[in-house]
């Protein structure tokens, strides 16, 4: 069993059991609940892909502590502080890890950085297999969700798609290989390269070149895994990408906000 298949087996086992506490039924009602009360008051989560696409070349900043391939990034690092760092030095939107065993992420870390006062788009980032995981991302304050091609079957990720969209979520659906560019087709939100081979861990950018020319030109598209530097980014710009997810090179700074700030500045003037 690689990586993924165990984090995979280890989701669904993780899902059934948060259903013991918390019924699908009694998360869809708090859900419809913090629904109507956002529509009354116009506090709709923003989009992603509109934020992205009004930026260009959108910065998408990860909360991320930690990581099966590399262990703890940053373990100190807090909710509470980071993602509006991260807000406050030019980020487009945020993405907040949110898976506990691997990564050390939780729902709360979503709640602690809207309590805080992040208005940014924020992307559920976890391993959804399960209609359940989508409540959750509505009920914490997400504005879009991650499905991953590799962890599912076309079918499935249609339905899991068609399900967020009724909750108010976008998606961001990322491929890896040619293998899963068939589901671009299925016309996520984003459509996102991940340059990280899920079942080795092995990240190479190169992976987001080569498959730049075979993607939608349409797409609202965003590469991510492995970039530290704005060169590369501007050069994913060049090739067709709206938007770069950078997140661990970021982390493993002192000051995860400064270090945004810098990349920002980095970034060609007229892509900015």
Known sequence: MNILEEIIAHKHMETDQRKQFVSPRQLYALVAQKIDEEEKNGLLPNSFRAALQASKIGVVAEFKRKSPGKGWINEHA?????????????????SILTDIDYFAGYDEFVQEARAVGVSLPILYSNFIVDDYQLLQARFCGASAVLLIAECLSKDECRRLLALAHQLGLE???????????????????????????????????ETSFRLAKKLPREACK??????????????LHAVGYQGVLIGECLMRQNDPGLALKAFVHELKPHVI
């Open 222 to 235: 965003v590469s991510g895994g492995g970039i530290c530097d704005a060169e590369t980014a501007n050069r």
């Open 171 to 205: 998606v961001m659906l990322t491929v890896h290989n040619e293998c899963s560019l068939d589901y671009a087709a299925l016309e996520p939100d984003v459509l996102g390269v991940s340059n990280r081979d899920l079942s080795t861990w092995v990240t190479d950018v």
């Open 78 to 94: 807090k909710a509470s502080t980071v993602p509006l760092d991260y807000e406050k030095n030019g980020a487009t939107a945020l």
